[in-house]
């Protein structure tokens, strides 16, 4: 008799706990739905107040995107577009020499591609040509201090960029007389371009400038070695010796 009260209590119990569950999962269900409802009162006014939310929002929304899908890409391809034929555009300037408009059609690009390294080393030339353009001295080293500015962020894009690299190199040495700021560039470069001519050329200018005669000798050396141009060689050599009689003394 009490074997058969106690397996009666157990019955009773499950029972119990099994509709506590589904209580508790059906209050679960009630609270999501609720949830779920007031966010979409929230976002779209009273317009779901006091209705079931169901799946039928959802759907409504997947058959919109369905819809719209195609033509949202279109619309990013196009704006893609866009991006290329002010690029392009841009070029077209700078050929013609009108950097002021190339740097504007380039502001354009960079609204829409943001990332491109391209773009800014491009927008950093025509400000350098533009600070050239300027009567003023605030406005040319203004223009000169965003030529920077566009130069360091084509670089941060992509920081074996090459051409500039060597472009701010150039108006770090020629244009604001600040040739240390161009060496750790120079050296980045010809890393990535082991044969380039031009750079070496600067870079054994800028040991030159800043006292490291040893450094720019192994430059202008390097250079009749690989340079396959003549003249190029011949200035290297010219160098190497005015160099090498302020270390020596003339032979």
């Given at each position: ?35 779920a409802r007031d966010q979409l009162i929230e976002m779209e006014g009273d317009i779901y107040r006091d209705q079931e939310v169901s ?147 600067l870079l054994a200018g800028v040991y030159y400038r800043l006292g490291k005669l040893e450094q720019a000798l192994e430059l202008y ?31």
């Amino acid at each position: 008799m009490t074997l058969y009260i106690m397996k009666l209590m157990k019955s009773l119990l499950s029972g119990i706990l099994t509709i506590q569950i589904c209580i508790l999962v059906s209050c679960a269900r009630i609270d999501r739905e609720e949830e779920a409802r007031d966010q979409l009162i929230e976002m779209e006014g009273d317009i779901y107040r006091d209705q079931e939310v169901s799946a039928q929002r959802i759907e409504e929304i997947e058959e919109a995107i369905g819809r719209y899908r195609q033509e949202v890409e279109r619309t990013v391809d196009a704006m893609g577009q866009v991006g290329i034929y002010y690029k392009m555009l841009a070029i077209e300037y700078m050929r013609g020499g009108m950097y002021g408009a190339a740097y504007d059609a380039l502001k354009q690009a960079i609204e829409i591609h943001p990332e491109n390294p391209i773009l800014f080393y491009y927008s950093a030339v025509c400000a350098a040509r533009m600070s050239k353009a300027q009567v003023l001295r605030e406005d040319r080293e203004r223009w000169l201090e965003r030529s920077v500015a566009l130069y360091r962020r084509a670089i941060d894009l992509d920081p074996g960029y090459a051409d500039a690299l060597y472009g701010l190199s150039v108006l770090y040495v020629f244009e604001l007389e600040r040739p240390e700021e161009a060496e750790a560039l120079l050296e980045t470069m010809l890393i990535v371009e082991s044969k380039e001519i031009e750079g070496r050329f600067l870079l054994a200018g800028v040991y030159y400038r800043l006292g490291k005669l040893e450094q720019a000798l192994e430059l202008y050396k390097e250079i009749e070695s690989l340079s396959a141009v003549e003249q190029k060689r011949q200035e290297a050599r010219d160098n190497r010796k005015r160099i090498e009689d302020e270390l020596y003394g003339a032979q």
